[in-house]
């Protein structure tokens, strides 16, 4: 049996879902510009909240990567605020499409619909609140938000600000809804939720992925776990490694497309260790390498066969030798999870290999991995990075929101 609180939320979004797929885009701009506009209004009741999210996760010991990713502030606030403004200018998607004319007169258009009701199941980043609702609501969606307890205190004052202007702006009540019940047996329910629940999007840690793909019965678009790597190629022009390794490992090493692995060619190893060994040190990034770099680094800590595996999501970063591009392919073919992978070469035929074998959602030459991201490819805010191969895959904007939809007209046309 499901909870009869649940099954008034799926009620209440089955039926404005009904009215929202047929918004204009102009009132769901209007409705996106107040959103961002409340956000501002009730910054202070927004970091009060917050805060004290903040204490109990530093209270229970949760790690200082998985506090900072929580913790917002008035400048963070007003990026989430600018966010929906950049949405209100991205291409509606929904009516998109062709028509073609068969020979019998049929005049098939091929259009995009939203999907329907989405719920997404996330874990303690606060700022994904308001960034699938935003791209949920612009792409015609209701969505169904259930975040992590972590951030629980931030998340409802964060729904109901932003659910109180979409409604202000005479959009359904009920397009956006957050579910605050942290029991998890609530969210079992929601997977089998399928009368309802179109689409199912979880959007966290490996575990919580793992655990909505292998128990939903609603379909899943898995977005997948960061394992990133950057080869640095023998032919690689240092001046351009160097920077791209600290920026992928550094800038914001709590995210799932930062660097969580580093492998070096052979070749220059000996030369190349050195000068990124002493970078990494410079911004306390602790290296964990394979025998040969402890042998060239003296201060990195031997690597486990779980540091190939793991998504560190810290300033930690796993470091090995290969043999040449092949060594580095086996590599990242046997531990990648499809996310982002990138080559530093100067070398055109290595590099055109690199991004020919290597079978992931974003492949990178000369780049850093932290450009994966919908903001960054001119998306404007994500719903999450798909690994996976149907449907969507990548950054996940405004068009990964919608599906097919078949209008076909005709004049009195039968099958023969």
Request: contains cysteine; charged residues 25%; hydrophobic residues 40%.
């Amino acid at each position: 049996m499901f909870h009869p609180e649940l099954i008034e939320i799926g009620q209440r979004a089955k039926q404005a879902a009904r009215q929202l797929a047929f918004a204009s885009t102009e009132s769901k701009n209007d409705a996106l510009i107040l959103m961002s506009e409340a956000l501002l209004k009730n910054e202070g009741e927004i970091l009060k909240a917050n805060s004290l999210d903040v204490q109990a996760a530093e209270e229970k010991g949760l790690k200082k990567s998985l506090v900072n990713r929580l913790r917002l502030t008035s400048a963070s606030i007003a990026q989430i605020s600018q966010s929906l403004k950049e949405v209100v200018a991205l291409r509606d998607p929904v009516g998109e499409g062709e028509v073609w004319t068969r020979p019998n007169g049929l005049r098939i258009q091929q259009t995009r619909v939203p999907l329907g009701v989405v719920a997404m199941i996330y874990e303690a980043r606060p700022n994904v609140t308001v960034d699938a609702a935003a791209l949920c609501l612009k792409s015609g969606n209701v969505v169904i938000l259930r975040g992590g307890s972590e951030a629980l205190e931030s998340n409802k004052v964060l729904a109901r600000v932003i659910a109180e202007a979409a409604e202000e702006s005479s959009l359904p009540s009920g397009c956006i809804q957050l579910i605050t019940e942290t029991n998890r047996e609530w969210v079992q329910q929601l997977m089998r939720l399928n009368d309802y629940v179109d689409v199912i999007i979880p959007r966290g840690g490996a575990g919580l992925i793992q655990t909505v793909v292998q128990n939903a019965t609603v379909p899943v678009i898995e977005t997948g776990t960061g394992m990133c790597h950057a080869f640095v190629d023998r032919d690689a022009d240092y001046e351009k490694a160097i920077p791209i390794v600290l920026n992928a490992k550094t800038q914001n090493p709590g995210v799932c497309n930062a660097l969580e692995t580093m492998l070096v060619d052979d070749a220059v190893a000996e030369n190349f260790l050195p000068l990124i060994g002493e970078e990494l040190r410079k911004n306390q990034v602790e290296i964990k390498g394979c025998s040969r770099t402890c042998e060239i680094l003296p201060y990195a800590v031997p690597a486990i066969e779980e540091d190939w595996v793991a998504e560190h999501l810290d300033l930690i970063l796993s470091v090995k030798v290969v043999s040449g591009l092949d060594g580095a392919l086996d590599h990242i073919y046997k531990y990648s999870t499809k996310h982002s992978e990138t080559i530093i070469t100067e070398n055109y035929t290595r590099a055109q290999r690199f991004l020919r074998e290597i079978d992931a959602a974003a492949v990178y030459v000369n780049a850093s991995t932290r450009f994966t991201d919908g903001g960054r490819f001119g998306f404007g805010a994500e719903i999450g990075i798909s690994t996976q191969k149907l449907h969507a895959r990548g950054p996940m904007g405004l068009r990964e929101l919608t599906t097919i939809k078949y209008i076909v007209y005709g004049d009195g046309q039968i099958v023969k």
